[in-house]
């Protein structure tokens, strides 16, 4: 067992998850609220049950860490599941939402695979292999590697971040593109610069964390580590990142 293989699971896992997820979607379900005020479908519910029975059946001995049914197991490899992130876009028909899985292994993320079967798109990532956007279901010969911006000055950049006060945040003299559903695709093509989320859980950031560094990026949290379970951070192109962690005031390291 290797990467590779480790990867080859993800991609059958996560094509599996999505057609399932899409089935669901084109249906139509309604969400309810969880105890947190999160909202939930049952297909959140169904698609997480399908990724762990699959993982369990190909890796026994490695742990799972889901947004809806939680942990399973101790091992230092750990796959993090969000089965539909985006659930209000979901919900509400909007084909703005994911399915989502990455691998972590002895803490650091490894490898990740995001589905967005209603726009037939996916992006994954490798340590140390690159970041990758393709059509979905995918083709070998129409992945295009991602890599972020090189904007250099503030003054430049194009930044956003997950909510008003966030962005009242931003150095107020950078530019900011128009309000996307898919800020960090953005960020991973190049075409922003930067964009902070404080907010949120291991599941939603761990695969994009990867799948920025790989595309030539950076990620750190709100302590100024680079932990998927920090509340998020600041994600940026690496040239603009240490000029926008102090406009921001976070912390230089843990």
Partial sequence: ????????LAFET??????????????GVSATLKADGTPVTEADRAVERLFRETLSAARPEDALLGEELGRLGESDRVWIIDPVDGTSFFS????NWRVQIALEVAGRIELAVVTAPALRRCWWA?????????????EEATAQRLEVSTTSTVADARLTALDDASRARLPPSAPRPPASPLPLVELVRGEIDAFMVERYHIWDHAPWILLVEEAGGRFTDRTGGHAGDQGGGLYSNATLHNQLLTALNYPAHP
Avoid: H, N
Wanted: no cysteine; proline share 5%; glycine share 10%.
């Fill in 126 to 138: 490798t340590r140390g292999g690159g970041s990758f956007e393709s059509s979905w279901p995918r």
């Fill in 1 to 8: 067992m290797g990467s590779a293989d480790d990867l080859q």
């Fill in 92 to 95: 509400r028909r909007d084909p």
């Fill in 14 to 27: 996560s094509d599996r998850a999505a057609d399932l997820a899409l089935a669901y979607f084109e249906s």
